[in-house]
């Protein structure tokens, strides 16, 4: 079955920093990756809406200078937050979909856990 | 808004049936409804989706009313293993998924 890959599992940085997570499909084309935020006990937030080649759409109450969403190829969809405070400290995951998928569905991955210092 | 609701946590012994309700009586003729379940710390695992017809596979079963408007998914034989935050979503055009609260899912020995 399609497999999305996310990295890293797990990151600490200093406050102030940016940090990139990397969410790649692995045996399909991903047209289109998503990208949400999870803080403890709650659900999944959506945060972007991310089309290969083209600009990132981001829901309400995301700031887009904040959290920088590249999808430059079918394969490979980069979230960076710049500037993390520790109110960033959360759990990020993206999820893919698009051709070859079967059945349509979406998949996900396995998550990072940011924690800002 | 979450367009889906569930109750928010449920018990199931070991071994009995679990079976977790989902109402979305906003879901349009041609939007599937979808089950994932995501345990402490991972990603969503997806398990089951279905458009008008009950559906089975190896994880589960899903039982969808004729209207549409609610469904059930059913494991069968709950194991510990089967704890986690279980969702029912129905995503919109270019599967843009708007996540609910969902049920978590205690399976007791």
């Known amino acids: 079955g399609a497999v999305v890959s996310q990295h890293p599992s797990r990151v600490i940085c200093k406050s102030g920093t940016s940090v990139k997570i990397e969410c790649r499909s692995l045996?399909?084309?991903?047209?289109?990756m998503f990208w949400y935020r999870q803080f403890p006990k709650q659900s999944l937030m959506l945060m972007a809406t991310s089309n290969e080649g083209s600009k990132a759409t981001y829901e309400q109450g995301v700031e887009k200078d904040k959290f920088l969403i590249n999808h430059a190829s079918l394969t490979l969809s980069t979230l960076t937050v710049t500037s993390a405070h520790p109110e960033d400290s959360s759990f990020y995951i993206c999820?893919?979909?698009?051709?070859?998928?079967?059945?349509?569905?979406?998949?996900f991955g396995s998550g990072t856990q940011l924690s800002v210092l | 808004d979450a367009k889906t609701t569930q109750p928010t946590s449920m018990d199931c012994a070991e071994g009995r049936a679990a079976n977790l309700p989902c109402n979305h009586s906003?879901?349009?003729?041609?939007?599937?409804v979808y089950w994932y379940r995501q345990i402490h710390s991972q990603g969503p695992q997806y398990i089951i989706h279905?458009?008008?017809n009950n559906e089975t596979n190896e994880m589960a079963s899903l039982i969808i009313t004729e209207d549409r408007k609610s469904s059930t998914l059913i494991l069968p034989h709950a194991t510990l293993r089967d704890t986690a935050v279980y969702y029912c979503i129905f995503p919109t055009g270019g599967f843009k998924t708007i996540f609910g609260a969902g049920t978590r899912l205690f399976v007791k020995a």
């Open positions: 999820s893919a979909t698009g051709t070859d998928t079967t059945n349509e569905k979406l998949f």
């Open positions: 279905g458009l008008k």
């Open positions: 045996d399909f084309q991903a047209t289109t």
């Open positions: 906003t879901i349009s003729g041609n939007e599937y």
